[in-house]
């Protein structure tokens, strides 16, 4: 959660608060890892077609840390062939 003490000193370092501001998108992150954490794992929905057209989806669970997700999306559209979209889920609600 975004407190009011955050989103003070957060006003006075970026002018840009709430305007795709990358240190705004980090904390809402935060938030939602928090939000959806169970035992240190976030669950991960992706769906998406390759370079052929095939349709796919997977889940699977990474660690619930910023950096973590991060490499992971990184990671994902570095090797992406076609579109490809990701969500993040509570690791109970991934059958």
């Known amino acids: 959660m975004i407190t009011k003490l955050m989103k003070r000193s957060l006003r006075k370092q970026c002018k ?6 990358w240190l705004v998108g980090r904390l809402r992150l935060l938030n939602k890892l928090n939000a959806c954490a169970e035992d240190g794992k976030i669950g991960v929905f992706t769906w998406g077609s390759d370079c052929d057209g ?12 910023v950096m973590e997700v991060i490499n992971f999306e990184r990671d994902y559209y ?5 579109a ?3 969500s993040l889920h509570k690791p109970s609600e991934l059958v």
């Open 54 to 65: 095939q349709k796919f989806e997977r889940s699977f669970t990474v660690s619930a840390s």
């Open 84 to 86: 490809q979209y990701y």
């Open 78 to 82: 570095y090797w992406a062939d076609g």
């Open 16 to 21: 840009s608060y709430g305007n795709g501001d």
